[in-house]
C-alpha cells in the first residue's frame, strides 16, 4: 500500500495564477479530508470529501477555493487567483469511515 | 459544534522526565479522540487513539486518559528521549461522517 500520495510536493505560482494540489487517497479509502498549515501553526480543517460528494466544506474560503473527489482519480484543490497569503503547507489526508486519518506528504505552495 | 482545547501550547522537560498535554472537548457525542505527532517538516502521524467505551490505553511509553464526564483526554509520555521533540495535535469525533475537530498543538521540547 503505497499510502496517500500529493503532487506535486512543492509549487510556486505567481499572484493571479491558478494552484491545482492533487491527493491520491490510500487503496480502499473513500474520505479524503484537505487541511491548511502555516509555518509554526496549527492544522486548519477546509474541506472533507466522500467520492464525487462534497461533506463539509465550512472551513474553506467562499472565493477563489474548490475542491472535488471524482469518481475516478484524485481529489483536486484549486486555488484561482492566488495571492501570498495562499502561501503555506496544504495536507490531505484518507480515511476509511470511523478510523484514523493518513496524511500525504504535503504540497508546500509558495505565491511570489 | 465542537471545540477543543489543547495546553499547554509549549511545554519543556528535561530529557528522562514525563510530559503531559491535555485537551478539553465541547460535545458529550465525540467518541474518537486520537493524538497525532508531526516532526519538523515532516506530515503528522498517529501515535495513538482512544475510543470512548475506554478510559485508558497505554502503547510502550506512551498512553491516553478519557474522562468522559469531565469531557477531557490526556497524553502522557514517560521516560522522554530527543526524538519525541515534535508537535503533538489532539482531535476529537463524533462519528465516521464527521471531521475530526484539531486542538492548536503543543510544542514539546527536549532538553537534553
Known amino acids: 500500500n503505497a499510502g496517500v500520495m500529493q503532487n506535486p510536493r512543492h509549487l510556486v505560482r505567481r499572484r493571479g495564477q491558478e494552484a491545482r494540489l492533487r491527493c491520491s487517497p490510500m487503496?480502499?479509502?473513500?474520505?479524503v479530508y484537505w487541511y491548511r498549515q502555516l509555518p509554526e501553526e496549527g492544522l486548519k480543517f477546509m474541506v472533507y470529501?466522500?467520492?464525487?460528494?462534497?461533506?463539509?466544506e465550512s472551513g474553506m474560503p467562499k472565493e477563489r477555493f474548490s475542491a472535488e473527489f471524482p469518481k475516478e482519480g484524485p481529489s483536486i484543490l484549486r486555488i484561482q487567483q492566488v495571492v501570498r497569503g495562499d502561501s503555506a503547507a496544504y495536507f490531505c489526508?484518507?480515511?476509511?469511515?470511523?478510523?484514523?486519518?493518513?496524511f500525504g506528504p504535503g504540497t508546500r505552495l509558495t505565491v511570489l | 459544534g465542537e471545540n477543543v482545547e489543547q495546553h499547554p501550547s509549549t511545554l519543556s522537560v528535561q530529557e528522562g522526565d514525563s510530559a503531559v498535554i491535555k485537551c478539553t472537548y465541547s460535545?458529550?457525542?465525540?467518541?474518537?479522540f486520537p493524538w497525532y505527532k508531526q516532526e519538523l517538516g515532516k506530515r503528522p502521524q498517529l501515535i495513538i487513539d482512544?475510543?470512548?467505551n475506554v478510559g485508558e490505553k497505554k502503547d510502550q511509553r506512551i498512553a491516553v486518559t478519557l474522562n468522559k464526564t469531565a469531557k477531557h483526554f490526556s497524553l502522557h509520555i514517560t521516560e522522554t528521549q530527543p526524538e519525541d521533540s515534535a508537535v503533538y495535535f489532539c482531535?476529537?469525533?463524533?462519528?465516521?461522517?464527521?471531521?475530526?475537530?484539531w486542538g492548536a498543538g503543543t510544542k514539546l521540547i527536549i532538553k537534553p
Open positions: 460535545d458529550s457525542a465525540s467518541n474518537y
Open positions: 487503496k480502499g479509502h473513500s474520505h
Open positions: 482512544i475510543r470512548s
Open positions: 482531535a476529537a469525533q463524533k462519528g465516521s461522517n464527521y471531521q475530526l475537530i
Open positions: 470529501l466522500q467520492k464525487e460528494n462534497i461533506i463539509d
Open positions: 489526508a484518507s480515511s476509511e469511515g470511523y478510523n484514523e486519518q493518513f
